[in-house]
Structures are given as structure tokens and as C-alpha cells.
């Protein structure tokens, strides 16, 4: 994903789309789903697994001056729902804590590497890498949760994980080179949810975006800017001009708006359906990669997949037994 929300803690260990919960339910009066935090939270998803699409249109300019902007206009983007918000005095408080500031440093830098290989992935024709990334985010996840954090691991948990480790390694062994964008994306995705569950509720979404996006922004300015000067920006380029920087700015609101479905979303379904949600993304990517893009999903990378999704269906599963077996009392 490109982007990913704030933490969530749970059981099951941090992550930036939270993974499947019994614990935290959010239903109406009768018991039902709320049908607006549904809306809200399929249709983050949904403009996250569409982002190919977008990237596709940028494919003129290289993948680090795409996060450049992408950086950039994410900041600008956020300061302006800041102001509108009247959030000010909360992202001062947090710029002056050390602590805060240096966890949310760590954060934008995991999360520009994220951003970064996802886009190389999406415009080096290999969109399908991607969204396997997603797929094994989650138990990613769950694993570090148990290795960082001493979280406990279920039984279905240790079966999710053993068939998405065997569905890489089959990865490995039948393509003869290791998934690195793949892996790469699950890995900082899940260090990212980590490190933003160690900051609690001290930092909202919209307060943490904009400081991650605000300690890269020098980077990404002096990158820029050389690549200005240079004369090599894509938008200097014949025949792209203004078009291709509207495009380049769009990447803010692009970055912010479903981060703010999301946040508005959680607060009104359980974790657990956003949990099991999380899944829609990658799902939408790898449907593009075949459909849309017609990259060539061979035989080792179909294998890989099919064990992939073994794992998400025994993960999805368990959840769904836990919500039913100890439902939260309305």
C-alpha cells in the first residue's frame, strides 16, 4: 500500500491496516455494520488498490522523482487539513517531544522507502509484486509482533505464516531470485506499523503524516530541485509541460484522502471487518497487473500465489471464528 494509516494495537501485533480483531467492535444500535464506516473503509481500500492506475499515468518521470512530489505535495496537502482542522497546537505538542519526533522520523523514513518501491514496482511492469507484498503484510506483521513484541501467536496464525513463508521460498527455488519488491514493501510496511504503535494514541493520522511527510521534505526538495536546475524534471520534458506537473501535485491529495477514509472509517466498524478488508488492495493490483496491465504471471509466481492465499483464507478464517465465538457485548 502505499500509504498506510496510523497504528493500531491488538492482539495480533501492530500494523498499519490493522489485521483481523474480535476486540474492537463498532456496531449500530440494532447490531448491525455501520453502513457509512463501510463505505468509508472499502472505498480506502479501493483507492488504494487502484493507485497503479494513477502511478501508470507518471510512468515519464523516474520513481524517485515521483516520491519527491508525492512527498512534497503529501505536506502541503496535510498542512491545509491542518489549518482547516484547527490542529495546530496538536502538531506543536508533537514536534516538541522528542520522542514523538524521533518515532515519527523512523516512520517517514520507513514509509518513503515504501512508497518508493511500490512505485518502481508499479512502472517496472511488476505490479503483481506488489500486491503480493500486501498480501503477506499482515502475517509480516503478526510475526514481528511475536518477535519484537512477545505477542502470543495462534495456532491458525503459525499455519498462516508457515504457508506464506513456503509460498515465498517456492518463490525462490522455482524463479531462481528472491521477490525483493515483495518482500521489501511487506517488510517496511509492517516496521512502519511497529514503530506507530510505540507512539499509542498520542498522534493522530493526520498529525503523523504530516510530520513523516515533513522530515523527508529537505530530501525531496533538494532532489527536486537538482533534477530543476538540471533541466530533467519530467514536467521539463517536450510535450508534457503543465499536465504532467498537475498530475505530479495530485499526488498529495491522492496520499492524504484515503489515510482520512480510513481514519474516519475505524471509528464506526470493528477492527476485525477492517482487518479482513485490508485484503481488497492488493487483491484490486494483482487483478490489474493481470488484466489491466498484462504482465506475465508465470508458473512459479501463480504456485506462490495460490499458498499466499491459502494462508490469507486459514488467516481471514480464524478471525471470523474468534468474532463469532467471543462477540463484544452491545
Not at 519488491?181 to 507512539?199: R, W
Not at 527536486?224 to 509541460?241: D, I
Request: with cysteine.
Amino acid at each position: 500500500m502505499s500509504s498506510s494509516p496510523g497504528a493500531s494495537s491488538s492482539k495480533n501485533g501492530p500494523t498499519a491496516t490493522p489485521p483481523a480483531l474480535p476486540d474492537a467492535a463498532a456496531t449500530s444500535a440494532s447490531g448491525t455494520l455501520d453502513s457509512t464506516g463501510m463505505a468509508l473503509v472499502i472505498g480506502c481500500y479501493t483507492l488504494w488498490g487502484v493507485f497503479p492506475l494513477y502511478f501508470h499515468l507518471l510512468s515519464a518521470a523516474g520513481s524517485v522523482e515521483i516520491i519527491g512530489h508525492r512527498i512534497l505535495w503529501t505536506l502541503v496537502t496535510c498542512l491545509m487539513l491542518t489549518a482547516l482542522r484547527h490542529r495546530w497546537a496538536h502538531l506543536v505538542h508533537v514536534v516538541r517531544s522528542p520522542r514523538l519526533l524521533g518515532m515519527l522520523a523512523v516512520c517517514g523514513l520507513l514509509v518513503s522507502v515504501n512508497w518508493l518501491v511500490y512505485v518502481y514496482g508499479v512502472n517496472s511492469a511488476r505490479t503483481a509484486d506488489a500486491a503480493l507484498g500486501y498480501f503477506i503484510n499482515p502475517l509480516v506483521t503478526v510475526a514481528l509482533a511475536s518477535l519484537v513484541l512477545h505477542e502470543r501467536l495462534r495456532p491458525a496464525h503459525r499455519v498462516s505464516i508457515a504457508l506464506a513463508g513456503a509460498g515465498v521460498a517456492l518463490l525462490v527455488l522455482l524463479q531462481g531470485s528472491l521477490p525483493w519488491i515483495s518482500l521489501a514493501l511487506a517488510f517496511s510496511f509492517a516496521l512502519y506499523g511497529l514503530v506507530k504503535k510505540q507512539l499509542g494514541p498520542d498522534v493522530d493520522a493526520l498529525t503523523g503524516l504530516t510530520v513523516e511527510s515533513a522530515v523527508v521534505t529537505p530530501a525531496a526538495l533538494a532532489y527536486l530541485g537538482h533534477m530543476a536546475w538540471q533541466g530533467q524534471s519530467a514536467w521539463q520534458a517536450p510535450g508534457q509541460g503543465w499536465p504532467m506537473m498537475a498530475l505530479l501535485v495530485v499526488a498529495g491529495p491522492v496520499t492524504a484522502v484515503p489515510l482520512l477514509l480510513f481514519a474516519a472509517g475505524t471509528r464506526r466498524v470493528p477492527l476485525s471487518v477492517v482487518g479482513m478488508s485490508q485484503y481488497i488492495a492488493p487483491t484490486i493490483q494483482f487483478l490489474l497487473a493481470w488484466g489491466a496491465f498484462h504482465e506475465r504471471i508465470s508458473p512459479a509466481r501463480w504456485a506462490a500465489m495460490v499458498l499466499v492465499w491459502a494462508a490469507v483464507a486459514v488467516f481471514i478464517g480464524d478471525a471470523v471464528r474468534q468474532l463469532i465465538r467471543h462477540p463484544r457485548p452491545r
